[in-house]
């Protein structure tokens, strides 16, 4: 026995991983799907919804923007300048602003450690067996 197609649309949406955006027809009602999308920025779609009632026939174009931010990119992209939510933690924002994990520190740090100056005066290093260091020619 065939399942309808409408049933079949039904069960394919139900096995999809991610949510799937959808929106009411304002003409009567139906469930309208999207079949196309463009990219109008980095934080703003153009979607065509498609009413799936075929006597209603509706086709739309909405838009999807991001609004605010609820939880900060670890790999945040320079050119994108979204508010911040009032309820961000503002913890959260204090520490990936201070960013302890910062490679480029780390690669810093370490380059700092290759580098271990032999003949700065007055400065003493672990390799140095004696406590004073030795005087300067002159």
Not at 125 to 137: D, E, G, K, L, V
């Amino acid at each position: 026995m065939n399942a309808a197609p409408e049933a079949l649309a039904e069960q394919a949406d139900a096995n999809n991983r991610y949510m799937r955006i959808t929106i009411e027809c304002p003409h009567c009602g139906t469930r309208c799907v999207a079949c196309d999308s463009r990219a109008l920025s980095k934080t703003m779609r153009e979607i065509t919804y498609r009413c799936r009632n075929w006597k209603c026939g509706f086709v739309g174009v909405a838009t999807l923007e991001f609004a605010r931010v609820l939880v900060l990119s670890s790999i945040p992209a320079a050119d994108v300048s979204l508010p911040l939510s009032r309820h961000i933690r503002r913890g959260q924002l204090a520490l990936q602003l201070s960013d302890d994990n910062n490679l480029a520190d780390e690669e810093a740090a370490h380059l700092a450690s290759l580098h271990v100056p032999t003949n700065d005066w007055g400065a003493s290093s672990s390799r140095h067996t004696s406590a004073t260091p030795a005087a300067p020619p002159g």
